[in-house]
Structure formats: C-alpha cells, structure tokens
C-alpha cells in the first residue's frame, strides 16, 4: 500500500498547468510492480506471425478519399474509412501526428495529437461521434477533414455546426502520446506521461500515470513511481487499455518475446505485476498500442501492418494461454497503425497516420 508520508509528499507537490488551473502529483513510495520470476513460462503462440516495419509506410494518394485496410492473412477483418481526421486544425493549429485513440460509454471519441515540431507535447481533441452521425459525417468524411478550412474568409453553416461536435484541449506534456485509454469501470481516461530523449529512448526510469479531466482535456492529477522489483527495472508503459472490470493493461518487449502487465490504478496508487507467460511471438517491431473489447473481452496488441488478441481471462492467476487462445491478422496496405479502440458495442476503430483518419472494422 502507497504510505501516508507518500500521499502527504503527493498532495504539497501542485503543478501548474495553466493560468487559472492546478494539478497534483502523487510521489508513491513503493514499488509499482510486482514480478515472480519463479512461476515465468513460454508461450509458443505461432499463430502470431512478426510483421517488420516497412522502410517507408504507405501514404494515401487521395487524401479526401475514404480507404481499405484488409487482413491479408490470418483473421478476416476490413477496416474502413469512418472520419477524415480535420487538417489543418482549429484556427489553421498543426495538431501534427495523432498517436492514439479512446473512445467512452457516452460516444465520445478522443484523440491524442503531438505535433513532430515540439518534444514531449500534444493536445485531446474530443470528437462528439453522435452530433457527427446527425451532421451525415459519416456518409461523408471528408465534411470533417474540412471543417476548419475558410471559403473565401469565413466558414459556412454547416461548417459550424460540425465545428460544435469538436472540442480542442491544451497543450501539455504527453510525452510519446501512444497510450490515452478509457476506463470501462471509472468511466475516466488515463495515460502514460512517458517523456522521451529521442524515440524509444525515455529520460528516466519512473513512470508516471496522469488523469485526463474529460471535459478540460488535460491533466488534473497523476501518480509517479518506479516499476521495480528483484533486480528488474521497468521504463513507464507506451500502451494502455482497461477492461470492464477496471484493470489495466500494457506490453513491451525486452527482446526476449511479449511482456503483458496488469494491474490497478486509483488516485494514489498503480500495480502492476508481470503476467506469468512470456509470449515467444509478438505481432511486429513497433510497439504501437494495446486495445481491449468489451463484447468479446479480449486484449489487441497493435504493431505496423500487424494485429494479435487474447482473451483477458486467460491472464488469471498464473495464466492459462495456449496457441488456441491467440487470433492474428496481417494487414495491408502497411500503414502506420497509431491506436485501436473499442465503443460499448465492441466495434473496433483503427486510428492511422498518412493521411490521419479513423477507420471501423467490419466485425469484431
């Protein structure tokens, strides 16, 4: 359990994040994670297959154009073009690389944008995914993709009132941004503040968990601690997703096969252990995000061009997952696939880069 000296040192530590707003950081004092090597085993999951990163992604021709990603091996699965993400941005902004995607109970979808010109920083911008399907953006995405661009100075009626479904946060520090996830239980959203030297490279071993205030659209508190145990150190997540029952999820790779955590996160205190299953095949070089279903229970891993899942109960306990438990689907063409998120009805929405849009899937 986080001390209560922790809690106290959390509480007197207040950030500001804006002229009028301030935010708490908790400073835990115990370990974040908890590893029993002793119970480890290898998962021989051949069913995944490992998808390099391209040397160059695949960049859309016709940007206004709705697009296809099918699964060209594995699991049948097509994902279609459901929302030309706005560009530019509001009053011409360069809201930059979207990097990762979160959708509510309430259908709202939120996404997490870092601009390649600054370090370490980015925006939410919410998007109202009922008022667009009253607006017809989903006949015609493109209607979205220019809502914040003028016609001879000024923007029409119906620009306007697509205009009302989108709601643009502040700039903070995200660092990498790949990990804002909502969760199903606490209907709150959370993500890593996972800052970087240069890409892949974090500036320290701590990791920090922030709270995403849904209708600021920035940070309102957060928890620092160290992922530590018998000698092994862990670098704060990339990933996150949660599932109904409020726990929390993200993977890594160590270089010796598939890493899945999971654990709690409340105000002033984040677990996590180590599931006790090292999977021996991971879905491809980049780790790009981590999904959860809520119809189908299950956890994505997300790589470039490469997509692998498993139910969640399959982690309970020591774990009991096999080959069997493992779906896999390689896609093309290889886009660079930022986020993967699921609406309460579990359809799954594909959030992509060159050109940045969202796509929907056409079954779970």
């Avoid at 370090?119 to 109202?128: A, M, Q």
């Avoid at 490279?201 to 968990?209: A, D, L, N, Q, Y």
């Avoid at 599932?243 to 709690?264: C, E, L, Q, R, T």
Wanted: glycine residues 10%.
């Amino acid at each position: 359990m986080v001390s209560f000296m922790s809690v106290l040192v959390g509480l007197a530590l207040v950030r500001p994040l804006g002229a009028a707003a301030k935010w708490v950081v908790v400073h835990q004092a115990s370990s974040g994670l908890v590893v029993h090597r002793s119970s480890m085993r290898r998962v021989n999951n051949s069913r995944v297959h490992y998808v390099k990163v391209p040397k160059s992604y695949a960049h859309v021709k016709k940007t206004s154009a709705t697009h296809e990603i099918k699964a060209t091996k594995g699991k049948a699965v097509t994902f279609k073009t459901k929302y030309l993400l706005p560009y530019p941005g509001k009053n011409g902004q360069r809201w930059g690389n979207p990097q990762s995607i979160a959708i509510s109970k309430s259908n709202y979808m939120y996404i997490v944008y870092c601009p390649t010109n600054v370090k370490n920083r980015g925006r939410i911008v919410r998007f109202d995914m009922a008022l667009l399907a009253k607006l017809g953006v989903d006949k015609s995405p493109k209607v979205l993709q220019s809502a914040y661009v003028k016609h001879h100075g000024r923007y029409s009626a119906s620009q306007k009132r697509i205009q009302k479904a989108i709601k643009v946060g502040p700039t903070f520090t995200t660092g990498h941004g790949q990990s804002l996830a909502y969760n199903y239980k606490t209907k709150a959203l959370y993500m890593w503040r996972d800052t970087e030297k240069s890409a892949r490279v974090p500036t320290s071993m701590w990791g920090v968990i922030q709270h995403i205030d849904s209708k600021s659209l920035r940070p309102d508190r957060a928890v620092r601690f160290r992922l530590a145990s018998g000698g092994m150190r862990v670098p704060g997540g990339h990933t996150l997703a949660f599932d109904k029952s409020g726990n929390a999820y993200f993977w890594s790779n160590p270089g010796i096969g598939g890493y899945v955590y999971k654990g709690k996160i409340s105000a002033h205190h984040v677990k996590f252990r180590l599931t006790s299953q090292i999977l021996r095949h991971i879905p491809g070089t980049r780790i790009q995000s981590m999904g959860y279903n809520p119809v189908r229970h299950r956890l994505y891993m997300v790589s470039d061009g490469s997509i692998a899942s498993f139910p969640t109960k399959r982690l309970n306990g020591r774990g009991s997952l096999t080959n069997g438990s493992f779906e896999w689907s390689g896609l093309s063409p290889k886009r660079e696939l930022e986020g993967l998120a699921y609406d309460s009805a579990g359809h799954g929405y594909l959030l992509t880069n060159h050109n940045p849009e969202v796509l929907v899937a056409n079954k779970y």
